[in-house]
């Protein structure tokens, strides 16, 4: 198992950022989103919290600022048969219209059993623009990432559920999936409220680890840097991703409203 050991330094830092995108008004292009990163702590020297000013996501559906950076509560913990070590909850996530930033009453939860890094970690599989010292907000969005170990665990599964949407964005929505691994062509079976696509993660074989975003046709037929779920409504969002072939992770998603 994959240890995941953090400083409290940089926890801070980061759930400081959190509290701070509530007062944050730029940023986002023609979003209408609510985002949150994951795996914020990786790689290990210089993690990928992202900023209130990041600029990131799929150009023309979801590019947005005022991400949510999803800060573990615990880091180590066994619930049920299943070892978690990276778990939390943050309340009053930041919506992002248009580059304005809102404060909303909805909230998510998460658990997962490790991060890791598609870069960083011995493991290099991430072409998007800059390097993990000076990371593009592209970049920084796909280098770490929820993860599941395979020894022991088969078919682990990562659980997200976001709760309290607005009412507006309630009516109807898109949810994004970002899947970059530290290897690529690894997946399994990714189920948002009901709905399942088999997602296979970025790889530099059709060069979708990068420095684009490349769509995940969603039935294990390529790779892809991105899930797309749509036809999507109610004020919960219920994500599951299993590890039928050996990593289904997830670096971020967006709930991104339907016009």
């Known amino acids: 198992m994959k240890k ?60 947005t600022g005022n991400w949510n950076n999803a800060v573990p509560l615990a880091l180590s913990q066994f619930e049920g048969s299943q070892y978690v070590s990276n778990l939390g909850r943050v309340n009053n996530l930041v919506r992002d219209t248009n580059g304005v930033a809102t404060t909303t009453s909805a909230s998510v939860t998460w658990s997962a059993q490790n991060t890791w890094a598609s870069s960083g970690r011995g493991e ?24 599941q170990e395979t020894g022991g665990q088969a078919h682990a599964v ?31 079976t990714y189920t948002v409220n009901g709905m399942s696509q088999t997602g296979t993660s970025g790889d530099a074989v059709n060069g979708s680890n990068g420095p684009t975003f490349v769509l995940d046709p969603g039935d294990g037929s390529a790779p892809g840097n991105y899930l797309l779920f749509t036809g999507l ?10 590890n039928d072939n050996s990593r289904a992770v997830i670096n971020g998603i967006e709930i991104v409203k339907t016009p």
């Open 158 to 188: 990562t659980r997200i559920d976001i709760t309290g949407l607005p009412d507006d964005m309630a009516l109807g929505f898109k949810v994004i999936i970002y899947e970059i691994g530290g290897t690529g062509s690894r997946g399994g």
């Open 233 to 242: 409504s109610g004020s919960t969002v219920r994500i599951r991703a299993r």
């Open 4 to 63: 995941f050991r953090r400083s409290l330094v940089i926890v801070a830092m980061a759930a400081a950022a959190v509290i701070l995108f509530g007062s944050v008004a730029r940023a986002g292009i023609t979003s209408d989103t609510i985002a949150i990163k994951f795996g914020i702590t990786e790689p290990l020297k210089d993690g990928s919290l992202m900023d209130p000013f990041d600029v990131a996501g799929v150009p023309g559906i979801a590019d």
């Open 124 to 147: 290099e599989n991430n072409t998007f623009p800059g390097d993990n010292g000076n990371p593009s907000p592209n970049r920084k969005l796909m280098l770490g990432y929820l993860d």
